[in-house]
């Protein structure tokens, strides 16, 4: 009698049988090995149902990892200050952290954001440089680094730290995913900028200090030795502030400074270096093209300016100022001895009745 062809027999299924020595092409097993093929059946689903739980449990642990991570990650980025952002070259989206979001004064849960919109969010002056960045990382991989400004809502302006990586898609062969982050550095550059402002500026009055000042006073002359200009340095001296210091005190004697330094810069042209210099004694750095006649002009006006009464607590308050005048190169060749004939002319206008201004001349020789 022709035997019948083979069954297609799963490969779990025809191990059970080897087990039970059940030949499947034989005629049905006795009860004995029926009830065998029952119980190893049996096992069989118990053992694949266990499998099932522990791979769906391993899953949900995996899921609930994940999302435990994802939500730690959130939370340093808001920490930090600190958005994250993907994008796919040819989208016209990018996807975008809640950080990110917030930082450009997004609804939080905004996850996609036009790449227009995007460049469009940042200073005019720093737009291109941007724009420039994520077109080289469209072409090769690359690590770029810089500094941005975010014009935020109400006119409000924020420094972002950007960096930008692109690396191989691995979804699109032969393609690359640019990614980067933006970090929030608005803190830290306000805090370098009073650094800078407490290295460089009289805290009294304002004005730049005598480090800032003979920095200004160095490249000037560098740059008018090169053009064959002349630089003329104006030394002034208040007449009169040490009697109001000792009459009206400290406090009365620094608002007098204050409103001189006002004066100053109301009087003198704000492309012009104007210094406190200590004390009482201010400078101004002036680019001379007309020579002594618009200096004289210049140094009357300021005489004219300080005699004025100053308002000082309501008590109207006096001072004067001598001036002394020194032409860079005709006088000195080096900032430091400009400075020092500026002050021996300041002097020799005080000698000469104070109210008034000199210029330098070279003392006579026997």
């Not at 160095?218 to 210091?245: M, P, Y």
């Amino acid at each position: 009698m022709d035997r019948s062809p083979t069954p297609l027999l799963h490969p779990m299924l025809a191990r059970q049988l080897r087990r039970l020595h059940i030949d499947p092409l034989a005629g049905p097993p006795g009860a004995e090995q029926w009830s065998a093929l029952l119980a190893l059946a049996g096992t069989t689903y118990e053992e694949y149902e266990q499998l099932v739980y522990l791979v769906t449990r391993a899953e949900r642990m995996s899921t609930d990892e994940l999302q435990r991570s994802q939500s730690a990650l959130a939370e340093a980025e808001r920490i930090a200050g600190l958005g994250s952002w993907t994008w796919r070259p040819g989208d016209e989206t990018l996807l975008i952290s809640s950080t990110l979001a917030s930082l450009m004064q997004l609804p939080a849960n905004t996850r996609e954001l036009p790449l227009v919109l995007w460049l469009a969010s940042m200073d005019s002056a720093d737009r291109g440089v941007l724009h420039d960045s994520l077109r080289r990382a469209t072409r090769q991989e690359v690590s770029l680094c810089g500094e941005l400004r975010l014009q935020a809502r109400e006119g409000q302006q924020r420094w972002l730290q950007y960096r930008i990586v692109s690396c191989p898609d691995a979804d699109r062969p032969g393609a690359l995913r640019v990614s980067g982050t933006l970090l929030d550095i608005t803190e830290r550059m306000r805090a370098e900028e009073q650094v800078r402002t407490l290295a460089f500026q009289d805290p009294l009055t304002g004005l730049c200090n005598r480090a800032r000042f003979f920095d200004l006073l160095g490249s000037a002359r560098s740059r008018v030795h090169d053009s064959g200009e002349q630089l003329a340095l104006l030394f002034l001296d208040l007449d009169g502030f040490k009697e109001i210091n000792d009459r009206h005190g400290h406090d009365a004697g620094d608002q007098l400074l204050r409103q001189v330094a006002e004066r100053l810069r109301c009087t003198v042209s704000p492309h012009d270096p104007l210094c406190r210099f200590g004390g009482d004694e201010f400078l101004v750095l002036i680019r001379s093209e007309d020579g002594e006649p618009a200096l004289e002009a210049l140094a009357q006006q300021i005489l004219t300016a300080i005699s004025e009464p100053f308002d000082v607590d309501g008590r109207r308050l006096s001072v004067g100022v001598s001036i002394g005048i020194a032409i860079y190169p005709r006088d000195a060749m080096s900032t430091l001895d400009l400075v020092r004939a500026a002050d021996t002319a300041m002097y020799q206008a005080k000698q000469q009745g104070k109210g008034r201004f000199e210029f330098h001349r070279p003392l006579a020789t026997n």
